[in-house]
Nanobody, 122 residues
Framework: VQLQASGGGLVQPGGSLRLSCATS????????MGWFRQAPGKEREFVAA????????YYTDSVKGRFTISRDNAKNTLYLQMNSLLPEDTAVYYCASSLVQGSRIESHYDYWGQGTLVTVSS
């Protein structure tokens, strides 16, 4: 099983980025998927999750209204559209898979990508 996160980079405050997580070897449409992030000097935290069929989405309060999680089961790929980015969104973003619906808990996630760095700075 491989999860490959991409799309990170340097962006100015107020800008946008779209992260992707391509998966292989995973029964993608059987798993809920999530995004987590880890800022420098901080613990990894939940960002967003999406149910196996895309019908339900979950967000941490700090990104509601700015970030949108989505998935394309035909392409085995997860996305995170990030708008109105703030300096406090700077972190390494990780994608992960879970058999627990709507979980915000790291230990419920089985497979993890390697992370992609998002830096929000002027």
């Amino acid at each position: 099983v491989q999860l490959q996160a991409s799309g990170g980079g340097l962006v100015q405050p107020g800008g946008s980025l779209r992260l992707s997580c391509a998966t292989s070897g995973l029964a993608f449409n059987s798993y809920d998927m999530g995004w987590f992030r880890q800022a420098p000097g901080k613990e990894r935290e939940f960002v967003a999750a999406i149910s196996w069929n895309g019908g339900d989405t979950y967000y941490t309060d700090s990104v509601k209204g700015r970030f949108t999680i989505s998935r394309d089961n035909a392409k085995n790929t997860l996305y995170l559209q990030m708008n109105s980015l703030l300096p406090e969104d700077t972190a390494v973003y990780y994608c992960a898979s879970s058999l627990v619906q709507g979980s915000r808990i790291e230990s419920h996630y089985d497979y993890w990508g390697q992370g992609t760095l998002v830096t929000v700075s002027s």
